[in-house]
């Protein structure tokens, strides 16, 4: 009997060792379960909406092989996630699971797996951050090695998610320059959906690293099961979803490898960048309000400070600065009401000027000519005129003509024993931010205007080349295939130091438009420039598609000259101010050629602006009618989170005779609220029939209202545009 009951408790722990746990990683809202067994590959059992813990025992095996981050080489029919050449020169791993740990964070819970090769000293721990009071679950890797001699990371990404087959469809952006984030709607078929960047500098102005996926047929905006997902990196990424002859789609996405293989020393750990998951049964715009909230609190720097509304100098002047007409915009943005003037490229250049875009980056030196009385003059102007100033830079940048490159030309990416290959102006280089000598010189740019000036409120950084040539003379030869991670890497270091040490300025994120909007810049600046086109018309779709993954709060939306300078098309002011004022609303023209009556308009709509500016920047938006669905018109809102206000958008796109427009539903409010509707930016002869009536949030959430589709200005000549701005407040 002894025998047997010491033979018994040394099969315990073995016995429960194999057992498998059920792991459970969840938010308020939703809930990831993983199934793991010792030794034994670890897979997903379950995606979706918030589940009872009594049901979490008794889900259901998946079919299917959903394993949670399968390697190559070994038991994986599937494509895998993971890939590496060990240094006897085998391809093959197999990542098993060896526990697991579970630590407590101010706002949220990091589950931690822990998966070991079987033969090579490997591991990879897959971490899961999910936080408490918003609904996204960030999930990284962390790759380590212990063999000697260094081997090869052939690919590394940051997370698989099986998606059950069925009816699904996929939402995700792409554009170029001047018509970036326009909205793509696909749904899955048999092969393989590839996004994917090779650009550690511009990774959004084609395709970006955000998607999401509609469960139950062709997406719609308000209800209905969606998953969102946006891969938090600013360098070369590969987003894919494999449809096969099996149950689910596989969705990956990490660092793109393509040629960007990554050599790991022994004991060294390759962080992969997070993945940022979401789940909503409120449609695609619910996946967009989980992203927005995560978004304010947690990713995009001081996303609980309000924006100020600005001046660019941009549009008004472009390189031809001058001190006399700097002082003029200033005094004409605080006139209108306005907060702050940027001061835009042009305002430097020592041996080299900055009279055309082919001289003097890197030269970050005041040019006389333009600015006798220097940056100095410029704060001193500002604090005349009551508002704050800012600056333009390109840190990471060089031109050919310029007293960097004569000094470092070193320090230019290039390729090897070949001709320079240069961008704008015939001859943009790029800075080899894997150097941190460089890093230390990007970081001096904005440590020495901040440091000298430190009334400096706000810095556009602006980015306006790729790299071209491959090369890297800091780099050593085995590792010239890292320049792409070094590279985005040496960026988030600067950035990192700028932070630390000026915590409170205002940045903008700018790359040739909005060739930067991506989660992996934003924990650093404060908004991003999201497009170098400021037509209003245009300015609908690509804000429209910005809105699904970016918060109004960081889009930088700026009311510009008619005829615009990038379509040559003529648009009403009011309808420019309406679209302007769906983001963070700002301006990029010369006041100085406006009429008095233009500036009388604009000054009302930045007063009424500010009004609902909390509510714009910090409200949950709900898109209404998508300019994408060909009815003509383009629609959506934003509500408080007391669901006691809201502001209220509509556009019509174009004006045909005879034409019929669509009812608009209103979505998020109370429907046992009652709510006043109030016109901004009115310019009409008469009031719409909606002003100064008060309506339930069920009557406008389920009749709807009809919107004129014409205006009768009173100052104004009539046009074919229309396009309409309400306030709801609540009684």
């Given at each position: 009997?002894k025998?047997?009951?010491?033979?018994?408790?040394?099969?315990?722990p073995?016995?429960?060792?194999?057992?498998?746990e059920?792991?459970?990683?969840?938010?308020?809202k939703?809930?990831?379960?993983?199934?793991?067994?010792?030794?034994?590959?670890?897979?997903y059992?379950?995606?979706?909406?918030?589940?009872?813990?009594?049901?979490?025992p008794?889900l259901?095996?998946?079919?299917?092989?959903?394993?949670?981050?399968?390697?190559?080489?070994s038991?994986?029919?599937?494509?895998?996630?993971?890939?590496m050449?060990?240094a006897?020169?085998?391809?093959?791993?197999?990542?098993?699971?060896n526990?697991?740990?579970?630590?407590?964070?101010?706002?949220?819970?990091?589950t931690?797996l822990?998966l070991?090769?079987?033969?090579?000293p490997?591991?990879?721990?897959?971490?899961?951050?999910?936080?408490?009071?918003?609904?996204?679950?960030?999930?990284?890797?962390?790759?380590?090695s212990?063999?000697?001699?260094?081997?090869?990371?052939?690919?590394?990404?940051?997370a698989?998610?099986?998606?059950?087959?069925?009816?699904?469809?996929?939402?995700?952006?792409?554009?170029?320059?001047?018509?970036?984030?326009?909205?793509?709607?696909?749904p899955l078929?048999p092969?393989n959906?590839?996004?994917?960047?090779?650009?550690?500098?511009?990774?959004?102005?084609n395709?970006?690293?955000e998607i999401?996926?509609?469960?139950?047929?062709?997406p719609?905006?308000?209800?209905?099961?969606v998953?969102?997902?946006?891969?938090?990196?600013?360098?070369?990424?590969?987003?894919?979803?494999?449809?096969?002859?099996?149950?689910?789609?596989?969705?990956?996405?990490?660092i793109?490898?393509?040629?960007s293989?990554?050599?790991?020393?022994?004991?060294?750990?390759?962080?992969?960048?997070p993945?940022?998951?979401?789940?909503?049964?409120?449609?695609?715009?619910?996946?967009?309000?989980?992203?927005?909230?995560w978004?304010?609190?947690?990713?995009?720097?001081?996303?609980?400070?309000?924006?100020d509304?600005?001046?660019?100098?941009?549009e008004?002047v472009?390189?031809?600065?001058?001190?006399?007409?700097?002082?003029?915009?200033?005094?004409?943005?605080?006139?209108?009401?306005?907060?702050?003037?940027?001061?835009?490229?042009?305002?430097f250049?020592?041996k080299?000027?900055?009279d055309?875009?082919?001289?003097?980056?890197g030269?970050?030196?005041?040019?006389?000519?333009?600015?006798?009385?220097?940056?100095?003059?410029?704060?001193?102007?500002?604090?005349?005129?009551?508002?704050?100033?800012?600056?333009?830079?390109?840190?990471?940048?060089?031109?050919?003509?310029?007293?960097?490159?004569?000094?470092?030309?070193?320090?230019?990416?290039n390729?090897?024993?070949r001709?320079?290959?240069?961008?704008?102006?015939?001859?943009?280089?790029?800075?080899?931010?894997?150097?941190?000598?460089?890093?230390?010189y990007?970081?001096?740019?904005?440590?020495?205007?901040?440091?000298?000036?430190?009334?400096i409120a706000?810095i556009?950084?602006?980015?306006?080349?790729?790299?071209q040539?491959?090369?890297?003379?800091?780099?050593?030869?085995?590792?010239?295939?890292?320049l792409?991670?070094?590279y985005?890497?040496?960026?988030?270091?600067?950035?990192?130091r700028?932070?630390?040490?000026?915590?409170?300025?205002?940045?903008q994120?700018c790359?040739s438009?909005?060739?930067?909007?991506?989660?992996?810049?934003?924990?650093?600046?404060?908004?991003?420039?999201?497009?170098?086109?400021?037509d209003?018309?245009?300015?609908?779709?690509?804000?429209?598609?910005?809105?699904?993954?970016?918060?109004?709060i960081?889009?930088?939306?700026?009311?510009?000259?008619?005829?615009?300078h990038?379509?040559?098309r003529?648009?009403?002011?009011?309808?420019?101010?309406d679209?302007?004022?769906?983001g963070?609303?700002?301006m990029?023209?010369?006041p100085?050629?406006?009429?008095?009556?233009?500036?009388?308009?604009?000054?009302?709509?930045i007063?009424?602006?500010?009004?609902?500016?909390?509510?714009?920047?910090?409200?949950?938006?709900?898109?209404?009618?998508?300019p994408?669905d060909?009815?003509?018109?383009?629609?959506?809102?934003?509500v408080?989170?007391?669901?006691?206000?809201?502001?209220?958008?509509?556009?019509?796109?174009e004006?045909?005779?005879?034409?019929?427009?669509?009812?608009?539903r209103?979505?998020?409010?109370?429907?046992?609220?009652?709510?006043?509707?109030?016109e901004?930016?009115r310019?009409?002869?008469?009031a719409?029939?909606?002003e100064?009536?008060?309506?339930?949030?069920?009557?406008?959430m389920e009749?709807?209202?009809d919107?004129?589709?014409?205006?009768?200005?009173?100052?104004f000549?009539?046009?074919?545009?229309?396009?309409?701005?309400?306030?709801l407040?609540?009684?």
């Open positions: 009997m025998k047997r009951l010491i033979l018994w408790l040394l099969l315990v073995v016995c429960t060792v194999m057992m498998a059920r792991l459970t990683v969840q938010t308020p939703m809930s990831l379960v993983i199934e793991a067994v010792q030794d034994k590959l670890p897979r059992m379950y995606f979706g909406p918030r589940l009872d813990e009594r049901d979490v008794n259901l095996s998946n079919y299917g092989r959903t394993y949670v981050y399968p390697a190559f080489g038991d994986v029919v599937r494509s895998s996630v993971f890939a050449r060990h006897d020169g085998s391809l093959a791993t197999q990542l098993l699971y526990g697991h740990d579970v630590t407590e964070e101010a706002h949220a819970t990091v931690t822990h070991r090769d079987r033969v090579y490997v591991t990879v721990d897959v971490r899961y951050r999910a936080y408490k009071d918003v609904d996204m679950i960030e999930t990284w890797t962390e790759i380590t212990m063999e000697k001699p260094a081997v090869t990371l052939t690919q590394f990404a940051s698989r998610l099986p998606i059950r087959y069925g009816r699904v469809w996929a939402s995700h952006l792409h554009g170029a320059w001047g018509n970036e984030c326009r909205l793509i709607e696909e078929n092969g959906l590839v996004i994917s960047n090779t650009s550690p500098i511009r990774n959004a102005q395709e970006h690293a999401m996926f509609s469960l139950e047929g062709k719609q905006e308000n209800t209905g099961h998953i969102g997902a946006a891969l938090c990196y600013n360098g070369n990424y590969r987003l894919t979803v494999e449809t096969l002859n099996a149950n689910h789609h596989y969705f990956t996405a990490g793109n490898a393509d040629q293989e990554y050599r790991l020393r022994k004991g060294e750990t390759f962080v992969t960048p993945l940022a998951l979401t789940y909503s049964v409120e449609g695609k715009s619910g996946v967009s309000r989980n992203f927005h909230r978004g304010r609190k947690y990713r995009l720097m001081h996303g609980d400070r309000e924006r509304v600005l001046l660019n100098s941009w008004g472009y390189l031809d600065i001058k001190q006399a007409e700097m002082n003029q915009m200033m005094a004409d943005i605080a006139d209108m009401g306005g907060e702050l003037f940027v001061m835009d490229d042009g305002w250049g020592n080299y000027k900055r055309k875009d082919d001289a003097a980056l030269d970050w030196v005041v040019d006389t000519r333009k600015l006798p009385d220097g940056i100095e003059g410029l704060v001193r102007d500002a604090k005349k005129n009551g508002v704050k100033f800012g600056i333009w830079i390109e840190p990471e940048m060089a031109n050919k003509a310029s007293e960097l490159y004569d000094k470092h030309p070193d320090w230019i990416i390729a090897p024993n001709k320079l290959v240069m961008g704008r102006g015939g001859s943009q280089l790029v800075l080899d931010l894997s150097n941190p000598k460089v890093q230390d990007v970081f001096g740019i904005v440590d020495n205007l901040l440091t000298r000036y430190p009334e706000y556009k950084w602006d980015a306006n080349m790729s790299i040539s491959h090369g890297s003379r800091y780099l050593p030869a085995d590792e010239q295939s890292h792409y991670i070094a985005e890497q040496g960026l988030r270091k600067v950035c990192e700028i932070r630390a040490k000026f915590p409170d300025v205002v940045m994120d790359a438009g909005g060739a930067r909007v991506n989660w992996g810049m934003l924990p650093y600046f404060d908004e991003f420039w999201t497009s170098d086109n400021t209003a018309l245009q300015r609908v779709y690509m804000q429209w598609g910005v809105s699904h993954f970016f918060p109004a960081a889009m930088a939306s700026h009311i510009s000259a008619s005829p615009n990038q379509t040559q003529s648009i009403p002011l009011k309808y420019r101010i679209v302007a004022m769906s963070r609303l700002g990029e023209l010369q100085s050629q406006m009429t008095v009556a233009e500036r009388a308009q604009c000054r009302k709509a007063a009424e602006y500010k009004e609902v500016r909390p509510v714009v920047q910090m409200g949950d938006v709900y898109r209404l009618i998508s994408y060909g009815l003509n018109v383009a629609s959506l809102m934003y408080s989170e007391a669901k006691d206000k809201a502001v209220f958008y509509w556009w019509k796109l004006t045909y005779v005879d034409e019929r427009l669509p009812r608009v209103m979505a998020g409010l109370d429907p046992h609220r009652m709510y006043k509707i109030r901004l930016n310019a009409d002869v008469g719409l029939p909606m100064g009536k008060v309506f339930s949030g069920a009557y406008l009749r709807g209202i919107v004129p589709g014409s205006h009768k200005f009173k100052d000549p009539n046009t074919d545009w229309a396009s309409r701005v309400l306030y407040e609540a009684q």
